[in-house]
C-alpha cells in the first residue's frame, strides 16, 4: 500500500487563513445581511496598473500570430525582465546584482518553501516568532522539524521572539544557526529595518557560515530613505543571502502570478563531503527541472511596471495603501488600542484589548463590528495577544470599518 509523508500530520489542523475563512462563513451563514469587511488576508482590492494591463493585451495579440507566438519561455524568466529588475529594483540602489542571478516565479510564497529543495535536512534553522506561518509549515513538511508542543513551537526550530521590548526586531541568537528567516518590512508586525541592524546579521551569517532568507515582498512600502529595500544594500551580503521578492502587493499581482527570487552566484553552502558548491546552480537546476516558467504574458506585464507610466501608477498605489495604513493606525489609537506598524509597511499589528485572546479578539470583532482581521497566535506563540489588520481594501471600507471599531471598541 502506497505511504503518504507524515510530516504532514504534525501541521495543526487548518493553514491559519482557511481557519479564518472557515469562521467567517459560518458567522455570514447565520447571519446573511451582517455587512461584512476583511480586513485580514493581505490580498489587494485595487486594479493592476494600466501600463500592466495595455501591456499584457498586446502580448495577448501577440499570442495569436504565428510570427510572434510564444511558447515554453526560460523557466528562469526573460532576459528583458529579468534587466530591468537588475536596474531599476538593485542597480540603481547600489547592489551588485546581475539579471542572471534573478530568477522569475509565480510567487516568493512559492520560493520561500522551494528554496528548501536545495538545502539539506540537518540543518539548524531559525524564524521569528511571530511569523509567516508559510516559512515554519513548509519546513514542518520537509521534515526538518520536530513534533509541536503545547505551546504551539515545533521541536527543531530555534524561534526568536519579536516583541515591544525589541522593537518587533530579532536579536541575534546566541547559537550557531545555518538558515534564517528575515521578513522586512516585516509580515505581520510592519516593522522595519535599518542598514545597521541588517548588517549585525550578515556579519553573524558570514561569520558562522548561515545563509539568510530574505523576504523583502513589501519594500515596496517602505518611503523613508534612510531604510533598506534590499539585503544586497548591506555590504558582505552576496555571500550569505537570498532574497525573495513580489509584484504581488507592489503591482497588484496577487491574482496574476510574478515574483522573484536572487541568488548570487558569489553564494556557497557545503557539501556532505566539505566542498564548498554554489546554490545558483542548484536552484537552477532545481527550477528547470520543477518549473516552465511565467506566462509570457504576465512577463511583459511585470516588465511594464518599470516604464514610466507603470513606475507613476505603481507610485500611486502604495500611496493609496499606506493612505489607509495612515488611517486605521489613527483611528485605532483614537480608540485607545496600543498599535504598531502601519509606517512603511502595510500592516497594523494591535494589541488586543482588555486581555483577550487573539482568537476571542477575532470572534467578537467579527460579531460586534462584522470586521475580519488576522489574529496574531496564527503567526505564533509570541503573537497571542495581538491582531494584525491589513491596508489593503478600498477607502470606503476601511473608513467604514475604522468607524464601526469606534462605536464598539472605543476605551
Given at each position: ?203 553573524y551569517a558570514n561569520n558562522h557560515g548561515s545563509i539568510i532568507l530574505f523576504d ?196
Amino acid at each position: 500500500m502506497a505511504t503518504i509523508n507524515d510530516n504532514y500530520l504534525k501541521l495543526k489542523a487548518g493553514y491559519l487563513f482557511p481557519e479564518i475563512a472557515r469562521r467567517v462563513n459560518t458567522f455570514a451563514q447565520s447571519n446573511p445581511d451582517a455587512p461584512i469587511i476583511k480586513l485580514g488576508i493581505g490580498d489587494v482590492t485595487e486594479p493592476l496598473p494600466e501600463a500592466s494591463r495595455t501591456a499584457m493585451l498586446k502580448a495577448v495579440e501577440e499570442m495569436g500570430d504565428r510570427a510572434t507566438f510564444k511558447g515554453y519561455g526560460p523557466e528562469q524568466g526573460y532576459l528583458w525582465l529579468r534587466e530591468k529588475i537588475a536596474t531599476h529594483d538593485f542597480q540603481a540602489r547600489g547592489c551588485e546584482i546581475e539579471p542572471d542571478e534573478i530568477f522569475i516565479s509565480d510567487g516568493s510564497k512559492c520560493d520561500t518553501g522551494n528554496i528548501l529543495d536545495i538545502f539539506g535536512n540537518n540543518n539548524t534553522i531559525a524564524v521569528t516568532d511571530p511569523v509567516y506561518p508559510v516559512y515554519v509549515d513548509t519546513n514542518v513538511m520537509a521534515g526538518n522539524t520536530g513534533s509541536i508542543n503545547n505551546a504551539g513551537e515545533f521541536e527543531g526550530l530555534v524561534y526568536l521572539p519579536i516583541t515591544e521590548e525589541n522593537n518587533f526586531t530579532a536579536e541575534i541568537p546566541s547559537q550557531k544557526v545555518d538558515l534564517i528567516y528575515l521578513c522586512f518590512p516585516n509580515n505581520p508586525t510592519g516593522a522595519t529595518a535599518s542598514k545597521d541592524y541588517l548588517k549585525n546579521w550578515v556579519d553573524y551569517a558570514n561569520n558562522h557560515g548561515s545563509i539568510i532568507l530574505f523576504d523583502a515582498a513589501y519594500e515596496a512600502f517602505i518611503t523613508d530613505p534612510n531604510l533598506p529595500h534590499s539585503i544586497y544594500e548591506i555590504e558582505g551580503a552576496r555571500n550569505c543571502a537570498i532574497e525573495f521578492r513580489s509584484f504581488s502587493k507592489k503591482a497588484g499581482f496577487t491574482g496574476t502570478r510574478c515574483a522573484l527570487t536572487v541568488v548570487p552566484k558569489s553564494l556557497t553552502a557545503k557539501a556532505a563531503d566539505g566542498s564548498d558548491v554554489e546554490l545558483w546552480k542548484l536552484w537552477n537546476r532545481r527550477q528547470s527541472t520543477k518549473f516552465n516558467g511565467v506566462s509570457y504574458i504576465v512577463q511583459r506585464g511585470a516588465e511594464a511596471v518599470y516604464s514610466e507610466a507603470g513606475q507613476a501608477q505603481v507610485k500611486a498605489l502604495i500611496s493609496f495603501y499606506l493612505e489607509n495604513a495612515k488611517i486605521i493606525r489613527e483611528k485605532l489609537t483614537e480608540a485607545g488600542l496600543v498599535v504598531y506598524g502601519g509606517v512603511n509597511a502595510p500592516y497594523i499589528w494591535l494589541k488586543t484589548p482588555n486581555e483577550l485572546s487573539s482568537w476571542d479578539f477575532f470572534d467578537k470583532l467579527l460579531q460586534m463590528a462584522n470586521i475580519v482581521g488576522t489574529p496574531g497566535s496564527g503567526f505564533g506563540a509570541a503573537g497571542e495577544g495581538y491582531f494584525r489588520i491589513s491596508a489593503f481594501n478600498s477607502r470606503e471600507n476601511v473608513n467604514e470599518a475604522m468607524k464601526r471599531i469606534i462605536e464598539k471598541f472605543k476605551v
